[in-house]
């Protein structure tokens, strides 16, 4: 696995730190077990994970804020089992995802193997941005009608 060092570009960058630091992350990221994030409408996401061997009581998911963790440890060996070739991975694993403000977790489900964990994003209204009307008011000051007025500048008249 490669690994690049972005210490250099930090001096020179001011505002892109939090760039540097996803691609520091997915540089080092942990590449089991795989998962995809799966677009299904305009707010609403999913993350699944294939985690074949793993039961519903050895995965536990936590939202703490803007981040999802989760994190799988598979129960003891039966006692008297005598392996003669394991392929199904059986390590632990702990996964962090950083999750887009207003993002949360409304379910998650175990089959076949796949842990499938629903997402949605509820924007609170107040942060919705709304429309504003523009009036077609003719009057731009209260009172005033807007219809030619004579002034008188002593030996001259004019109209305004």
Sequence with gaps: MRTFDF???YRSTVGFERLFDMLDSSAAGPDWPPYDIERKGENDYRISMAVAGFGQGDIEL???GNTLLVSGQRKAKEKGRDMLHQGIA?????LTFNLADHVKVVGADLHDGIL???LTREVPEQLKPRRIE???ST???TGQDNEP???DSGDQRRVA
């Design 134 to 136: 523009i009036g077609t």
């Design 116 to 118: 499938s964990v629903e």
């Design 90 to 94: 059986s390590r632990a694993f702990k």
């Design 149 to 151: 007025v004579e002034i």
């Design 62 to 64: 936590t939202q703490h």
């Design 139 to 141: 009057k731009a000051v």
């Design 7 to 9: 210490a250099p570009l």
